[in-house]
DNA sequence: GTTCCGCATGAATCGATAG
DNA sequence: ACTATCGATTCATGCGGAA
């Protein structure tokens, strides 16, 4: 059995990164505060203060990412004066003079955004995960994620997430049902750089800043069972949640004691059901 | 009936549009050369030369679209040295020095993108669509581009053709056939920033940079009939066919001079039935 | 067990109002 | 003129309860 470490830190984690070590983690997957939102939390930053703010950040992370990591950057630029803004791609140049390789673009459609009507523009429904990585050379599973579907389905419902089609299977005797019973035999196919995820409704029990399945298919993707992977903006914990289900070490930082303690409490659950020897310590469990 | 114009130049775009009136154009719609794509046409810009050469164009481009009129921009970043190439997001910073706001980012999800397989990287099945205006007081008209079926059956069963809808309808008993008859007369909504559309396969001779739908929905969004739409990088001419089409007159300019003569002789052809008088003049028949 | 209906709930944005 | 707050708008999703 093996030993998943799951550290949860109440802090800043522009000051708590500091205290990890350098090429220790395997994957960063984040979605921090955006531009002038959760107010109060890390003080409402400002669209044009957000790169000057993110900047010190980036780069611990860059000093905590083993080379062969991955760095997940979960962002969406804000409407300001009726433009976008642009901070976002300021921010990819100036973490590129930092030394971060901006590898890639995904593009996370979100198929329930959020409502509402305007003269001028339409609702917002895709957000940006921005992947950087510190060399060309980087770990990735692409047979983790591959997606289980054959011909009629590839052409057709290429936009259904792989829980949409979990769910649908259980219709018991609607033809639709019986169909994707079908395809789940035929071959598996790699997905494209779009993920189609509805926002998780706050029915459930927590509500989450990105539902379970955006940082379970990139830590699929980019980690292997035993790795680490940390979110310093960890919110309500989605990610180090994920992460302990999925057998990968976890680290948590996030500067809220409410979240803390609610994390830390779930924490606390998932460690006693999973491990059966004591606690790997941080730095120990590494490959 | 109206007078609808359909002018096809061959020139290059840096040049010709100089010869446009300031303030006529309504929409500009345009997929111009990828960087380091279409060699010998464009002579196959480098990706560091492109904001460069990219700029006196944009610069003319603002100064023949109208206060209220939009640009819509086709473009996609390549992959440079196993990275994502920043002469996109540059080229946006640089718009916006020259006057240009840019208000929305547009997502074209190409739901069959190229196929391929590569150790680090997933196939790219999106494309940005860059909205850019002179002022933040552009014509739109939302209720042109309104889609039925705001729910389930939107996104899971729009790809479906009728006769499958027939079928499965026809499944007595089924709670499939049962929800198509309701989705069928729900009331429409508006649409997001996402487009979902397919890339057309060959089915004409030359292979077109994008499918018809996509400046269909923009032509139908932001101008309205006897409007003036450009496309400064014609290539086979989808936008100007689909202006045509749609009561609009249109302006396309193309370097090349094979692409030239196949545009405008589909141009002739459809100029005969459309027109019932002689061709309006381009600068006389504006709003 | 399944389907249908009603309801609450959002990483939003604009325009008006108030200091 | 410039910033802060507030109401109106809008729809995909999941849940509970009823047929």
């Known amino acids: 059995m093996k030993k998943i470490s799951t550290k949860i830190i109440l802090g800043d984690c522009k000051e708590v990164l500091k205290s990890l070590d350098e090429n220790s983690i395997d994957l960063i997957v984040t979605s921090p505060p955006y531009a002038d939102s959760r107010n109060g939390t890390y003080g409402g930053i400002k669209p044009d203060h957000y790169v000057g703010w993110f900047l010190p950040i980036s780069k611990e992370l860059l000093r905590v990412l083993k080379p062969d990591g991955t760095f997940i950057l979960n962002i969406k630029e804000k409407v300001v004066n009726g433009e976008r803004h642009t901070y976002v791609i300021e921010l990819i140049l100036e973490m590129r003079k930092q030394g971060w390789l901006w590898t890639e673009e995904f593009m996370w459609h979100k198929k329930n955004c959020y409502p509402g009507k305007w003269p001028n523009r339409f609702r917002d429904s895709w957000e940006r995960l921005l ?10 599973y692409q047979e983790e994620v591959m997606i289980p579907m054959g011909d009629w389905a590839k052409r057709r419902l290429s936009n259904l997430s792989e829980t949409d089609m979990v769910r649908d299977t259980s219709k018991v005797g609607s033809g639709f049902g019986k169909k994707v019973a079908n395809w789940l035999n035929k071959d598996k196919v790699y997905p494209t750089n779009v993920l189609h995820i509805a926002t998780e409704c706050s029915n459930r029990n927590h509500s989450a800043v990105f539902p379970e399945a ?36 976890s680290i948590g930082i996030d500067i809220s004691k409410d979240y803390y303690q609610m994390v830390k409490e779930d924490a606390d659950n998932y460690k006693d059901t999973l491990l059966f020897e004591k606690q790997a310590q941080y730095g120990k469990n590494r490959k």
């Open 131 to 140: 992947q950087f990585n510190k060399s060309k050379k980087f770990n990735m």
């Open 214 to 249: 955006l940082p379970e298919w990139f830590i699929k993707l980019f980690t292997k069972e035993g790795d680490w992977v940390l979110d310093p903006f960890m919110g309500s914990g989605t990610t180090t949640r994920v992460a302990n289900r999925l057998k990968r070490n």
